[in-house]
């Protein structure tokens, strides 16, 4: 699971005259983890305190000259360096007030970035795909350097990676529609050029971003058509490959785009599962592209998203649990957390390998692309998908849309199934929430009970059984589904208590804030629901069987401590619950002193294990022995 | 050498209670031990820890606190009583009623001059202790709750009380409370209860240390009243404390069983000047409470509720290993408590609250060594007999017959006729008893039975005449030296001319019993004897000391015999020399006149005088490498000493041969189980609770081997020349019901360290 949450607004923007222009050209970290070095588009940097607000400190370079590149801070020497007019590089001190004063350093080629990560030394990376040192280009600015790239073709995005004793500068160029990325490793230093394969519309991607997983370099780009791919180079090895080696990609997300193709958006991976995407439309909002959403890119699910207002730049950087966000007239940071999810948990495992969302389901094979397409015909696009038939559950009424159904769920074909149930749970949700007057609940529990479908498939199955008040296909799914998320599960606990609710996987941190909006009576009622389960389990601890469809003692107790963490003063200042309370109190303590007894007992028959058994126990013996 | 029939006993119940408190006497080097039974045992710690006194039990009388001042020993209960103790005819001196409620401690000043007791009323009250008694002096302030603990400064002008959640420091001259320290509540579900300061101590240089409930050991600053700094220890309670004469390191005792160092020492090299309480060192050397601790010069000594008295050397005290730099535990008495009537085979065993008399069980069968014979009768308890009023047994003895039982408690001493036919056992008080016979620190009868032997104050014997019809009155024995030390050991020969006593100042003296006349004495060993007996033969007196020296005396000429000239001449092994728990019974092999049968906790040993003895190189404990040579090659290798450390050493073996016989008895420690949470009250003090649970697991057993004659062999000498000999051992933890619950880890099995040797008594052979 992820979330956003509350955001706040670091620093406004100034517009310039180009609006396709950025207003920020980057966001770079210095020694201190609540601050942030902030470069605009034209002549000043700036330092934040981000908790804070607050601008430490600014520098700005004289009329006339123009900041070429965002300033970096040197973990090593604790000064900052940036780059003006492309070729005069810039190095100062906290300390300094006077940019202009500040050492200086004329190069002979343009620089495109300068790059610095803590536990390494910064690197200047040339226009024309040249990389040295920053300290050993400053002991000789005249040094000459070399073209690597040729003529027409130009950098995109840059980066550069430090991690044990490895470094990297990764870069991305582009030549006539063909996109390349090159890896420079350094120390020893090697240069490795990949092609990425080309997108069928010809066009580039949006935005790149990188990260080093498990000895591998994962880079995620996002397309115009809303589809993020995954290549992967390995950190170590094929050093001694010569010439461009075609870079292979998979799939890892689509992202619903709605109309026309996406403008200004930018993906950025959180973790191995979770992708946070800005500029693209929120699959069940109709407004324009202008949220922040995090994908979970295992189970293609959207965990959570945000509006932004304004125009969205297509910048995103992503900072020790906290997303910035350049929009409209201000840059937002908006803190995040991501966990592994419930659906993870209760699978067992998450993927590492960027291949995850094909197989990690045992619902079916293409779930993602699924849930991507029922988004998109909810929201009323053309399908992109071919229709078994031209299908009566577009418009037939009850009676045959369950002939159609059954017609479906009895034909064996199973790959073919998996995605023909989706769609058709998907229509049939669809419909019903617009026509108020269609449910049809037997062919829903039909479909439910192929086992094919889970809650991301089809995230409307739930809540609207739970609106027709349609318990048997509640209970179904939360028997089935794997993936509830804990807001629904909440719902269904609000309309119904069950021992289905409380199997049902959860995570304690998303699941309290939800817990929080049953009132009291509700709160009430299932504690003493929980209480009555206990006392019946804990009559009989025995005879419960593994097999049986009961909540374990465990997972009881569990939801009474949650249901308690989230009610407690409320549960305190209400008056009909002090009975239950205070009976749930004396319960509780004969349990702990029964167990306090229990663990007293155990020591003591843990001794007798110590023991070793003598063959004589009796207390009274004539034995013969011999002495020499 | 020969096969011998082990009678094992396991149903001698004896559990010795808790050790409530301690105090050491660092110019005498006695340690006094309190008990929850209200006895108090007196330790001479520069005679390898002999346990040279016991004070027995009263039921009402109750042990809080104990205090020495100069050579007198005080104590103070929950009975609300200060006593003082007679060393010398170990009774209580006096019993003084503080009217304060019930008392939980007392302490003297360094002066000696006054003794101060904390009360359950919230008054600390000073006694003046005058040259024969104590006088009430004053109060000081009154404070409302119990004073838990109290400490001198040693200047003598001030007082730390530790109280319920605070200490309180009194100016001694005005009576005033000057300083209130408050002690923090535990955490979390303990912050309710109140914290009880168990403990306080109060150094020359205002420093004050307190132990309390919350597990916290606190250092404060008494001049200014604040805490200097917070150690905490334990998640159940600090009990006891003990600071070491030069005020250099504090150890403490806690619930869980570990008792903790804390040293004042500069925590760096560099800054030798800012010294500091440090922590430094944890023993785990008990399995429940620790009750009482002391510090003494080179060990820490500590106690608590599973019975035994720890000696933890220091050993950066010591340069060298010795038998006082290893650790030591006691846990039994060092005398005997039990008895057997060897011509009747009848066992009976001493508890401080009844005696047990038992039957000895009968075998008819023939077996290798090893075997266990098949059993024709069972043992048999024939009678149990509580004792009369408060106090508890100190001494008991039952005639070799059978026909005669006496005890004695600090009161009276009680006498009875056994009449045994068949199966059938009747019991009468023998009525009028002289009146000079109030009480005895030891009685034993006649080989004969015509005579009881009564140890009485002064050293002195009484000599009382048994018949059918009456009991009289013969004489006094009374000794040359005129010390008035209690007489601890007593035995007589076969032949009924000689007697010998022992006394707490190592005197030992022979009577004359025909001629009711001191005979002579033996010259003074420095250590304490711990066992003697005449030999039925030659009439010499075998004596073996506290420090595990063998002396050999012959009555008749008056002087060492050579067998012990040739012994101390030689020298005891060092092994035998470093042995840790005192012989406590010294008898002979009727059927071999050359072999001395004796035993401590954890052996028995023959000594063969006809044997060479060992000397330094020799392989001294051998019986398993006699064993596996042949018999040609086995003579060339014995030695004087055969010890049986184990019976698994003694099972096995085909040499058949005659035997004499031993018993032996011992109670066993008792299993740990989790500390209990004490809170402050008096049936947490009491040992019911302990006992109980430790029942419910294992129980408190005792093992009791007998060795008795074969019966083949047997035949061929008279009844009255074959004195055979039992030895009494115990301890090996065996189960009291044969419920899967109760394991055994006996001395069947090999785990000699659960064995001890509690006493030993003659028993004679049937007549064939």
């Known amino acids: ?628 | 050498m020969g096969e011998f029939k082990v009678h094992r006993v396991r149903f001698f119940d004896y559990m010795p209670t808790a050790i409530r408190a301690m105090a050491f006497n660092a110019h005498t080097e006695r340690l006094a031990l309190g008990r929850m039974d209200g006895s108090v045992e007196i330790f001479n710690f520069a005679d390898r820890y002999f346990q040279e006194k016991v004070i027995p039990g009263k039921d009402s009388r109750s042990i809080e606190a104990l205090c020495w001042v100069g050579g007198r020993l005080f104590s103070a209960g929950l009975n609300g009583e200060i006593t003082e103790y007679d060393l010398e005819t170990l009774r209580p001196k006096y019993s003084l009623e503080a009217y304060g409620g019930p008392i939980w401690t007392i302490t003297s000043n360094s002066q000696g001059a006054h003794l101060a007791i904390g009360c359950e009323d919230g008054t600390v009250k000073l006694f003046e202790v005058l040259e024969e008694s104590i006088q009430f002096e004053r109060n000081l302030d009154r404070q409302k709750g119990r004073i838990i603990s109290l400490s001198w400064h040693p200047s003598g002008t001030q007082i730390a009380a530790g109280m319920m959640d605070m200490i309180r420091v009194f100016d001694v001259p005005t009576g005033r409370a000057v300083q209130r320290l408050l002690v923090d509540r535990g955490f979390g579900g303990s912050k309710s209860r109140e914290t009880v300061v168990w403990s306080v101590v109060f150094l020359s240089d205002c420093t004050i240390i307190s132990g309390d409930s919350a597990g916290k050991v606190q250092v404060w600053d008494g001049h200014t009243g604040t805490l200097v700094k917070t150690h905490l220890v334990t998640k159940w309670d600090v009990l006891a404390l003990s600071v070491s004469k030069d005020e250099s390191s504090v150890v403490v005792g806690t619930s869980e069983g570990t008792v903790i160092q804390f040293q004042f020492i500069a925590p760096t090299l560099q800054q030798q000047q800012d010294k500091e309480w440090v922590r430094t060192r944890t023993f785990k050397n008990h399995t429940h409470d620790v009750r009482a601790l002391a510090e003494i010069e080179t060990a820490i000594v500590s106690g608590g509720m599973d019975t035994q008295l720890v000696v933890r050397p220091l050993l950066e005290k010591f340069d060298e290993r010795s038998h006082a730099s290893a650790l030591r535990k006691i846990q039994f008495p060092h005398r005997n408590l039990v008895f057997c009537a060897k011509k009747a085979g009848l066992l009976l065993f001493q508890f401080p609250g009844q005696l047990e008399l038992w039957r000895l069980g009968e075998s008819d069968g023939h077996g290798k060594p090893g075997d266990s014979l098949p059993l024709k009768r069972k043992p048999e308890k024939l009678l149990h007999l509580k004792r009369k009023g408060e106090d508890h047994i100190c001494c008991s003895a039952l005639s070799s017959c059978g026909g005669w039982l006496a005890y004695s408690t600090m009161s009276s001493v009680r006498l009875y006729r056994l009449q045994t036919d068949n199966n059938d056992i009747s019991i009468s008080k023998v009525p009028k008893l002289p009146k000079i016979l109030r009480s005895a620190h030891q009685l034993c009868f006649s080989s004969d039975s015509s005579k009881l032997f009564a140890a009485s104050s002064q050293s002195s014997v009484l000599v009382i005449a048994l018949s059918q019809s009456e009991c009289k009155y013969v004489h006094t024995l009374k000794p040359k030296s005129g010390s008035r030390q209690p007489i601890h050991l007593m035995t007589n020969s076969v032949d009924g001319k000689w007697l010998a006593t022992a006394n707490s100042d190592c005197e030992i003296h022979v009577y004359n019993v025909q001629k009711l006349k001191l005979h002579c004495i033996v010259p003074v060993y420095g250590s304490c004897p711990s066992a003697m007996g005449i030999h039925p033969t030659t009439n010499n007196l075998t004596m073996v000391h506290a420090d595990q020296q063998i002396f050999e005396y012959s009555i008749v000429e008056k002087q060492y015999t050579d067998w012990s000239r040739k012994l101390q001449k030689q020298g005891l092994h060092n092994l035998w020399l470093d042995r840790d728990t005192p012989v406590t019974h010294v008898t002979f092999n009727p059927k071999n006149p050359e072999q001395i049968l004796l035993h401590d906790m954890h052996m028995f040993c023959i000594i063969d005088q006809s044997l060479p003895l060992p000397d330094q190189k020799t392989q001294f404990y051998n019986q398993m490498t006699l064993r596996s040579l042949s018999e040609q090659e086995r003579p060339s290798h014995l030695h004087a000493f055969k010890i049986c450390k184990t019976f698994q050493v003694c099972f096995n073996g085909d040499v058949p041969g005659y035997l004499p016989c031993s018993t032996s008895s011992g109670p066993s420690r008792s299993q740990p189980f989790p500390p209990n949470h004490r809170g402050l009250g008096w049936t947490s003090q009491s040992s019911t609770g302990q006992h109980k649970h430790t029942s419910l697991i294992t129980g408190a057993y005792l093992v009791v081997a007998a060795l008795t004659p074969d019966r083949r062999r047997c035949s061929r000498y008279s009844s009255s020349a074959c004195g055979a000999h039992t030895l009494s051992q115990s301890g090996s933890r065996a189960p009291r019901r044969p419920a899967p619950a109760a394991s055994e880890v006996g001395v069947g099995s090999g785990h000699s360290s659960g064995a001890a040797w509690i006493g030993t008594a003659d028993l004679d052979t049937h007549s064939p």
Request: charged residues 20%; proline residues 4%; contains cysteine.
């Open chain 1, 1 to 628: 699971m992820a979330a956003l949450y509350e955001g706040f607004t670091l620093c406004g923007l100034v517009q310039t005259q180009n609006a396709s222009d950025s207003p920020i050209q980057g966001i770079e970290l210095d020694g201190d983890s609540d601050h942030a070095v902030v470069t605009d588009s034209t002549r000043s940097v700036t330092l934040y305190k981000v908790s804070d607000q607050k601008p430490l400190g600014s520098w700005t370079v004289k009329q006339g000259q123009l900041l070429t590149c965002p300033a970096v801070f040197n973990f090593q020497t604790k000064e900052y360096v940036v780059v003006s007019d492309n070729k005069v590089i810039r190095v100062w001190k906290d300390e300094d007030l006077n940019l202009d004063k500040a050492f200086k350093a004329t190069v002979t080629a343009d620089v495109w970035r300068v790059h610095s990560a803590p536990g390494g030394e910064p690197v200047v990376l040339f226009q024309r795909g040249a990389v040295r040192f920053l300290d050993s280009l400053l002991s000789a600015p005249q040094q000459p350097v070399e073209d690597v790239l040729s003529e027409e073709e130009v950098i995109r995005w840059s980066t550069n990676i430090v991690a044990e004793e490895q470094h990297f500068v990764l870069f991305t160029t582009e030549q006539k529609g063909e996109c390349c990325l090159y890896v420079q490793r350094l120390n020893p230093n090697t240069l490795q050029k990949y092609r990425l394969e080309r997108e069928d519309s010809g066009a580039s991607p949006l935005s790149f971003s990188a990260s080093l997983q498990d000895k591998h370099l994962n880079l995620l780009y996002l397309y115009p058509n809303g589809c993020v791919y995954q290549s992967v180079v390995a950190a170590r090895g094929y050093v001694g490959l010569e010439g461009v080696q075609a870079l292979p990609r998979s799939l890892r997300l689509m992202v619903p785009v709605g109309e026309g193709e996406l403008g200004a958006a930018s993906a950025v991976a959180l973790d191995e599962a979770h992708v946070a995407v800005v500029g693209v439309p929120h699959p069940s909002a109709r407004t324009g592209k202008d949220f922040l959403c995090i994908w979970n890119t295992n189970f293609q699910t959207l965990q959570a998203g945000k509006e932004m207002a304004g125009r969205i730049h297509g910048q995103v950087w992503c900072y020790l649990g906290k997303l910035f966000v350049s929009h409209g007239k201000a840059l937002s940071v908006i803190p995040y957390e991501c966990q592994k999810s419930s659906l993870a948990s209760a699978l067992g495992k998450l993927r590492h390998t960027g291949l995850a969302g094909n197989a990690a389901l045992p619902h079916g094979t293409s779930t993602g692309r699924i849930s991507i397409k029922c988004n998109c015909s909810q929201r009323n696009v053309k399908l992109g998908v071919n229709c078994v038939q031209p299908q009566p559950h577009q418009t037939g009424p009850v009676d045959e849309v369950q002939r159609e159904v059954e017609a479906l769920v009895s034909r064996g074909d199973a790959q073919d199934l998996q995605l023909s149930v989706g769609q058709l749970a998907c229509h049939l949700v669809a419909r019903s929430q617009a026509e108020t007057a269609f449910y049809t609940p037997v062919a829903l529990a039909q479909l439910v009970q192929t086992q094919f479908l889970c809650h991301s498939v089809c995230p409307g199955l739930l809540l609207l059984s739970l609106e027709h008040k349609d318990y048997f296909l509640c209970q179904l799914c939360l028997q089935l589904f794997p993936d509830i998320p804990e807001v629904v599960t909440c719902a269904c606990l609000k309309t119904f208590i069950s021992n289905e609710v409380l199997q049902t996987p959860y995570s304690d941190n998303f699941l309290l804030p939800h817990l929080k909006d049953l009132d009291t009576q509700q709160v009430i009622l299932f504690l003493q629901y929980l209480q009555f389960v206990y006392l019946k389990y804990s009559q009989d601890v025995y005879t419960q069987t593994p097999g049986l469809r009961s909540p374990t003692m465990t997972q009881i107790i569990d939801w009474v401590c949650l249901l308690l963490d989230a009610h407690f003063t409320v549960l305190v200042m209400a008056p009909d619950a002090k009975g239950l309370l205070s009976n749930l109190q004396s319960f509780v303590k004969s349990q702990v002193k029964l167990f306090s007894e229990l663990g007293k007992i155990e020591s003591s028959l843990q001794e007798l294990h110590k023991m070793k058994l003598s063959k004589d126990i009796s207390q009274y013996s004539i034995e013969v022995i011999e002495l020499f």
